[in-house]
């Protein structure tokens, strides 16, 4: 089983960056996947949440219309596209697949640092 996050990197205020989470060894499309930031000193935030189909999605205030979450289960892949980045969205990105049953897989995480 992995979770594999990639597309993290520095990127200047105002950017923009797409993240991708690479899911193997288990059923993608059964999981609801949610990716959390956590910055330095910081507590884990959960960023956006995508239902297993792909049809209901999640952001809190912080990042709502600026960030989208997506999936492609023929791919066994998600995604999160960062519009507008600001330096607080500076933080490691971790990608988090759960199921039904509590099956919970976690990435290794992707930093993105946002600075001039």
């Known amino acids: 089983v992995q979770l594999v996050e990639s597309g993290g990197g520095l990127v200047q205020p105002g950017g923009t960056l797409r993240l991708s989470c690479a899911a193997s060894?288990?059923?993608?499309?059964?999981?609801?996947v949610r990716w959390y930031r956590q910055a330095p000193g910081k507590e884990r935030e959960l960023v956006s949440t995508?239902?297993?189909?792909?049809?209901?999605?999640y952001y809190p205030d912080s990042v709502k219309g600026r960030f989208t979450i997506s999936r492609d289960n023929g791919k066994n892949t998600a995604y999160l596209q960062m519009n507008s980045l600001k330096p607080e969205d500076t933080a490691v990105y971790y990608c988090?697949?759960?199921?039904?049953?509590?099956?919970?897989?976690w990435g290794q995480g992707t930093q993105v640092t946002v600075s001039s």
């Open positions: 988090n697949a759960r199921s039904s049953i509590n099956n919970d897989y």
């Open positions: 060894g288990f059923t993608f499309s059964r999981y609801v």
């Open positions: 995508i239902t297993s189909a792909g049809t209901t999605s």
